[in-house]
């Protein structure tokens, strides 16, 4: 699976370019070098030209209605409870009224702020991974398996039928055999 033929191949030397820049930095109080000052630097330039070039954007699905599953729930002394997840699809404001659902019966809150790798957000959009503060929500209330959607676009189930193919034991899977009782656990939008 590896096109070694059409996949672009930089050498260079991340550490020169830093020494580079360090020096650079040293000398002018700022980075004042720019593409064709340093072979070293260049490199880097060429290798981001070429990720831009090889590796298409990823599609954000933000036409549709918000959707995010909790990964993870966290108490924070004086703000309240944040979920954290990875937006699914559409987009989240602070201020925007959501659903919790999951687990329990679907509870209505607020969301009261939004912050992704330590900087606060007045939007999320889908592919962030983002922690969503709560209105009037205890930690204890929620937790990983919930998701957070715009009110009235998803609605929880107790059941489902399926198909489910279990791989066999040279395939990675069970070892041993299901036993009449057996419940399987099922784990949907985690990570």
């Not at 096109?3 to 550490?15: D, F, M, Q």
Request: glycine share 10%; charged share 25%; with cysteine.
């Amino acid at each position: 699976g590896f096109a070694g033929n059409t996949i672009p191949i930089v050498a260079g030397s991340a550490l020169l370019a830093l020494r580079a820049l360090e020096e650079d930095t040293k000398a002018n109080g700022k980075i004042t070098i720019t593409r064709g000052d340093n072979p070293w630097v260049d490199k880097i330039y060429t290798l981001m030209d070429k990720v831009d070039e090889f590796i298409p954007t990823p599609e954000r699905d933000t036409d549709k209605s918000f959707l995010m599953a909790i990964e993870d729930v966290f108490s924070i002394t004086g703000r309240g409870t944040v979920a954290t997840g990875r937006v699914e699809r559409g987009s989240v404001k602070v201020g925007e009224t959501i659903e919790l659902v999951g687990l329990g019966n679907t509870r209505t809150t607020t969301v009261t702020g939004l912050e992704m790798f330590q900087k606060t957000l007045d939007e999320s959009v889908a592919g962030d991974n983002v922690g969503v503060l709560l209105r009037g929500v205890q930690k204890t209330d929620i937790e990983r398996g919930m998701v957070i959607a715009k009110p009235g676009t998803i609605t929880p189930h107790t059941k489902f039928e399926s198909q489910v193919y279990v791989l066999k034991k040279e395939e990675g899977g069970r070892h041993t055999p299901f036993f009449c009782g057996y419940q399987p656990q099922f784990y949907v939008r985690t990570t």
